[in-house]
């Protein structure tokens, strides 16, 4: 009896908390959108160089996450935010040729694609879903042909799914918090492993390779090379994740339309848009919009370039497209401003 209460004491021991797993959980999906934020600023700087950085913000995200998971889960069994709350991934299954804070290449490739593929591949289906239910809503869904016939299939069965997949996820959160499942996310159930608090020997472990890393004696190839640069980085990251929260904000104020008074700083103003779409429309007129070249109904600017639109004509151009039909600069849906005028 007492072999067995020393085994609970330790498994719960090493079970973390439903805080540090909500936690850990939590510091990817804002690790994201700071991330894009910091992409927006640099594209808004000067749209006409840095405009794909807004563009293929998701796709620069997708390949940031995935350098960084990769070097984690290899170097210390756990994804940049679980190791950032001192957890680990341990096989369900015991491999005897397996060394501490390692995982085989199975639970390794599981890992990554859920860490990585998975959260991307959820957010495209939500933007798809979006652009079909706007065709929708605008009675550009034809009842002929395959692709509309997919689509409508899409809008009737996404959000079940979507809801499905919530549902199951805060099933294993309440199971977990009460004990009764040793995952707190189908995921980890997927991908064959479990979280547990780093004991000692793992701290010993982790110091000895974060110091080899950081060490530049010990770079022997370009392999090593960008371990090394990477585990810079990465110490950077959470090392200075408050002063970054600030920082983002603080830019998030500097570039606010709402706020005027930026005096403080000279900032630099961009070069005028170059007018690539203008050619194939020539004589039009202030009145007319763009794309239909028409009078405008339901004005609608796009603030990247500063030219008003149809709202009707710009919304699934952008959508369509990801840039402004006349000067051809990188633009998203969160960039056109309703203009409502007094009749």
């Known amino acids: 009896m007492a072999e067995f209460g020393a085994h609970i004491t330790i498994t719960a021991r090493n079970r973390p908390s439903i805080f540090d797993v909500v936690a850990q959980d939590g510091l990817m999906s804002t690790l994201q959108p700071a991330v894009k934020h910091v992409l927006k600023v640099i594209a808004e700087s000067n749209p006409e160089k840095y405009g794909w950085c807004l563009k293929y913000s998701s796709e620069l995200f997708v390949a940031f996450n995935l350098v960084i998971q ?6 210390y069994g756990a994804s940049f935010a679980e190791n950032f709350y001192d957890l680990k991934r341990v096989p369900l299954k015991t491999e005897r040729h397996l060394k501490p804070l390692t995982l085989s290449n ?11 593929a998975f959260p991307y591949f959820l957010s495209q289906m939500d933007s798809i879903y979006q652009d079909v239910q ?19 299939l899409l809008l009737k069965l996404w959000p079940f799914v979507h809801f499905s997949w919530e549902l199951l996820t805060l099933t294993f959160y309440i199971r977990y918090l009460i004990g009764k499942s040793r995952f707190h996310s189908p995921l980890l159930l997927l991908c064959g492993v479990r979280l547990e608090n780093l004991d000692k020997e793992d701290y010993e472990i982790i110091d000895m390779r974060t110091e080899k890393l950081l060490s530049f004696r010990s770079i022997r190839g370009l392999q090593d ?4 640069l990477i585990e810079r980085i990465g110490s950077s990251l959470m090392n200075s994740l408050e002063v970054g929260a600030f920082f983002l904000q603080f830019l998030d104020w500097f570039y606010s339309s709402s706020n005027t008074p930026r005096s403080l700083i000279t900032q630099p103003i961009p070069p005028p848009p170059q007018t690539v779409g203008v050619q194939r429309i020539g004589g039009l007129k202030t009145e007319n919009c763009p794309i239909c070249l028409k009078t405008r109904r339901q004005d609608t600017v796009l603030s990247v370039s500063g030219y008003v639109f149809c709202y009707s004509c710009i919304l699934p151009f952008v959508r369509r497209e990801g840039k402004c039909p006349v000067t051809d600069y990188p633009a998203s849906t969160t960039q056109l401003i309703r203009i409502y005028q007094e009749l």
């Open 106 to 116: 199975t639970a390794y490739l599981k890992s990554l694609s859920t860490i990585v």
């Open 225 to 228: 090379l960008g371990q090394w």
């Open 70 to 75: 990769h070097h984690y889960l290899s170097n």
């Open 134 to 152: 706007d065709k929708d809503a605008d009675g550009r869904l034809s009842d002929k042909g395959w692709i509309n016939d997919l689509q409508k």
